[in-house]
């Protein structure tokens, strides 16, 4: 049995570890103005108008979205990136990139930062999706992120502007999921017709009762799972699974640390630095004589 207890601890783990899984959750991006979900006073939770639902979280059920998309709409303003910044904790996941340590960064957060950050797509899975591409619900016609970002901000529920042109060629239906417009032209039936109602936009994050994607478990089970010698927990408060469930999947003897400002009480980490984890992951760096860049950490 090792006992893990103090940042001596911790620097020498990251010191000698070269296959670190970082798992993160909304706390790394609250420092830039971004709410978490969960804090008492300042989650997003806490703030948002129930609109006749039970539980806040309902806001990104699936079926919910399906009947009344306007709710979704009403509240995804206070959630949508308004920020190319990066924390110094998405730079500290970055600089265990540089410096060949990081295995995998395991994303819940939909804002699209560590790629801002510049954590490179092999090394990223964003078991949440993002922000980043959004897709009709009809249709399937998918397009960049920001295209929706003006009815996000307005409140106001996009629309699909593939299946949302009123006239069709008939026929133009069976491009269902494709990514494309029908060409239409050289079609023997030429007869046009209304569609009734162009489909919903929906941003491409996974809402309570989505399937993950599924590059999350295959790098989980196939890749990660065997080579993994740290894992680093920073800014969540693990209450949705799977991710939650990914810290009891990995072998026991691979240690485990913990940085946020709120205990949990549902699993025990070897190492727990309670607090604000730019602030923690600077001290480690600065201790370890590590650079880490960035703007918010000040100089002395
Ligand atoms: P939570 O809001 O549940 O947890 C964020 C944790 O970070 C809390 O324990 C805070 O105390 C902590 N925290 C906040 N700011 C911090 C800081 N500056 N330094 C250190 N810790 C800080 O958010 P998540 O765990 O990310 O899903 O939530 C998981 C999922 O639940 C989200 O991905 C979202 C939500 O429903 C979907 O939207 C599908």
Redesign the pocket.
Known sequence: LTQYNTMEDAMDLLRKSNNIIVIT???IS??LGIP????KET?LYSKIELHGLSDP?EV?DIGVFREEPGIFYEIAKDILPSTDKFSPTHAFIHLLQERNKLLTNYT???DNLEVKAGIREDKLIQC?GSFAFASCVKCGYRVPGEAIFEDLKAGRVARCPDCGSNKRKRGASQNKGKNKRSSGGDSDDDEEYDIPEPGVMKPD????GEELPHLFHDRLTKHDRDLVDLVIVI??????APVSEVIGYLPSNVPQMY????PVNHINFDLDFL????VVVAELCRRLNWDLEHEMIPKD
């Open positions: 959750g909304a706390g609250t420092s978490d979900f969960r804090s989650g979280q990104f819940q957060n939909i949440h994050i996974t809402f309570f800014g969540t408060s693990l209450k949705v940085i946020s400002r709120t607090g604000d984890c730019d």
